[in-house]
């Protein structure tokens, strides 16, 4: 078996929102936009997030609601750029930049729907 892609969905009370995080933050384009649904895909083509209403039938209903069990890591050039940029657009710090003991700088948000966001970048010696 042959795996093609890899595409996250990650569940909001509100697509507005949290698409405006995820593009204004990382620069992700909207490649399908509607009424229960947003594909997100990075400038490169590479990385796709999807959006959907936490409550569209398309979801089992055991599986509504908070994110647990799991958390999203985008690993980018300058965490300390988009670590300024999230206080300047008032997003949610969970934890401001710290160096690892396995070697990157690590940021901690909260997305609007809950997702807790891993921002990590290799540490420059």
Known sequence: MKINRLLTNLCTDNLATSKDFYTRLFAFKVDYDS????????????LEIGIMLADHELIPAQFRGR?????????????????????????????????????????????????LVDVSSPEIS
């Open 35 to 46: 009424d229960w649904f947003v594909h997100l895909i990075s400038q490169g083509r590479e």
């Open 67 to 115: 994110p647990m069990g799991m958390y999203l890591t985008l690993v980018v050039d300058d965490v300390m750029a988009v670590f300024e940029r999230a206080k300047l657009l008032k997003f949610e710090i969970v934890q401001d930049p710290e160096l690892t003991f396995y070697g990157q700088r690590r940021l901690l948000l909260k997305d609007p729907a809950g997702v």
